[in-house]
């Protein structure tokens, strides 16, 4: 079974280090593009200006070996399960981004806000929100 | 950089075959038990009965060659972008599962309501949803 990961694109945005991001992208996310990578770009088709998106990254820089946290970082938070925060240090460092699309200035590229991941993030999927479920 | 997902455990459901399976959770997803491996138990410390949890899976029956789908599985649907849907054939066969938390029957397994992924689907994350963001 092929359990690479695949970069179907990244984020360019003016947040450059982990530490300048906030924690979340309605906690001070910046507007941001996704830049899909040509051969992927067939699968970007049907994406619509003010569309609801889930975006998820590879947060590249996570500590994959992190099983424990203190939430938000701080010593006072109690230490728990990774699986119950949203650290990005985590067995898989995936991050979930709820957005919006705000423009799309060419068939690859996609400018959605609030975004709180950094500038060079891959790109591992995007899916539409299913407001239906609640979702996602 | 690693790219190669890690699988933090197996779901066990009485979905057995895909095509079984609905197309999302609230269509008729069954409660199943997620079925965490042992080395990853402590990461899933601070997780209780009654969470709304967002459960990531590794759909690994998904074709990662796809990039347009008819939605839905229907010819009768145009072929669009898999981005803008939920198809489980995509460059990265991401599963994305809002799920409640019915039981905790040991420290490595947790009974879910409503999951549409089958018996022996790995699982690669799980976050919790955070209401204030209206979240995933």
């Not at 699968?43 to 975006?55: H, K, N, Y």
């Not at 992190?66 to 067995?91: C, I, M, Q, Y």
Request: hydrophobic share 40%; proline share 8%; net charge neutral.
């Amino acid at each position: 079974m092929d359990r690479s990961v695949r970069f179907i694109g990244f984020v360019r945005s003016e947040l450059r280090r982990r530490e300048e991001a906030p924690k979340q992208g309605p906690e001070g996310g910046l507007a941001a593009w996704l830049e899909i990578a040509e051969r992927f770009i067939d699968g970007v088709e049907g994406i619509t200006c003010g569309d609801q998106i889930v975006l998820l990254t590879w947060l590249h820089q996570g500590n994959r070996n992190v099983l424990k946290v203190h939430p938000r970082g701080k010593e006072e938070n109690a230490a728990t399960g990774v699986f119950s925060t949203r650290s990005p240090d985590r067995p898989n460092p995936i991050g979930l981004h709820r957005v919006t699309v705000l423009e799309i200035a060419a068939p690859n590229r996609i400018k959605v806000y609030p975004l709180e991941a950094i500038d060079g993030t891959p790109i591992i999927d995007i899916k539409p929100v299913l407001p239906r479920l609640g979702d996602a």
